[in-house]
């Protein structure tokens, strides 16, 4: 079974763009490509959710590719709390059913 | 605050042993889901709960087992445990029924097993 893959970690500056990348060629045809965040000793928090195309909203965007076998969180101007590990989650194909994967994990860190 | 409440926050065990970790989800959410965080295997679904009957299955172990009550707040428990075990176990509970779909996540249940 292909393992849904992250980069490991991300730098960035405050203010800038980030756009951080899943690959999950082995998802389940008819499932999501959720996205979380989680903060040191907590849990993951909602971030956003897709199928297909481009989906927005208030804190991110997802790009999803029409092959969808992999897509992008796409964080505008990010600032020094968005430091946390990103987690993208997906249905993969396991025989006629579909297991639920979380990626390896981004760590993102912020500076000024 | 999520408004998923997992209790015990922290919980330390011998090998062998056998505990339950409890989830109250949020109000009128239908769904409960069980995760299990380690530095190892990273976050992994274990199992999905609805209305009281099991949903979807996923890394859960033989030794692991779930349920899902009629008030809807949800147990797993874990017997024999191993070292390998110890783990943050997180709750989440969601309105809707599917497997990958908008949840909130409660604190964690952070397990050590010695």
């Known amino acids: 079974l292909a393992k849904t893959t992250q980069p490991i970690s991300m730098d960035s500056y405050e203010g800038q763009e980030v756009n951080i990348t899943c690959s999950h060629n082995?998802?389940?045809?008819?499932?999501?490509i959720t996205w979380y965040q989680q903060f040191p000793s907590q849990g993951p928090r909602f971030i956003i959710q897709g199928y297909k195309t481009k989906v927005t909203n208030e804190v991110a965007s997802l790009f999803i590719p029409a092959d969808r076998k992999s897509s992008t969180l796409s964080l505008p101007r990010v600032s020094l709390s968005d430091t946390a590990v990103y987690y993208c989650l997906v249905g993969e194909r396991a025989g006629t059913a579909s297991k639920l994967t979380f990626g390896t994990g981004t760590r993102l860190q912020v500076t000024l | 605050d999520s408004g998923v409440t997992q209790t015990p926050k922290h919980l330390i065990t011998a090998t062998g042993q056998r505990v339950t970790l409890r989830c109250s989800p949020r109000?009128?959410?239908?769904?409960v889901y069980w995760y299990q965080q380690s530095l190892d295997q990273g976050l992994q679904f274990l199992i999905q709960y609805y209305n009281g009957e099991e949903r979807a299955k996923g890394n859960i172990l033989e030794r692991f087992s779930a349920q899902q009550f009629p008030d809807l707040h949800s147990e797993l428990n874990l017997s024999s445990l191993e070292l390998g075990d110890s783990a943050l176990y997180f709750c989440?509970?969601?309105?809707?029924?599917?497997?990958?779909?908008?949840?909130?996540f409660g604190q964690g249940t952070r397990l050590t097993v010695v």
């Open positions: 109000s009128g959410d239908l769904s």
């Open positions: 082995n998802i389940a045809t008819n499932d999501y």
């Open positions: 989440a509970s969601s309105s809707r029924g599917g497997m990958n779909t908008e949840a909130f």
